[in-house]
């Protein structure tokens, strides 16, 4: 899982790096030691394993998670300090293939946080 966490985000292949169990985790370990209390912002791309990682991210948070989803990830840090939001997630690989996907995640007022900072989270915790 280690290859997965990126200097600006977490990225890999879907399902064998990165998968709903996997996001699970993540986002649980997000939630306690990276997120701000209060709700958090959840979007999605377009791309066919999006909304299976997207789903896992709101089964995780429940009734703190902000339903966003199809956007883009502009809007989804637009949307986190319109509605002043403990932080967002977005389910996208960016520009990589269409067998990738990721998450992107920022804090309050939509300052992201590197993969590398959720990395070093997970292990401490």
């Known amino acids: 899982m280690r290859d997965i966490f990126g200097a600006y985000d977490i990225r890999g292949r879907y399902p064998g790096e990165i998968n709903e169990v996997i996001t699970q985790k993540i986002i649980s370990g997000l939630s306690r030691e ?21 789903r896992a991210c709101l089964k995780v948070l429940g009734s703190r998670a902000i339903r966003a989803g199809m956007i883009t990830t502009p809007m989804l840090y637009f949307l986190v300090n319109k509605l002043k939001a403990g932080g967002g997630i977005m389910v996208t690989a960016s520009h990589n293939p269409k067998e990738w996907n990721g998450l992107k995640v920022a804090g309050p007022k939509a300052v992201p946080i590197s993969g590398d900072e959720i990395e070093q989270a997970l292990t401490n915790n």
């Open 34 to 54: 990276i997120l701000e209390k209060g709700k958090i912002v959840v979007g999605h791309d377009a791309r066919k394993s999006s909304p299976a990682l997207y």
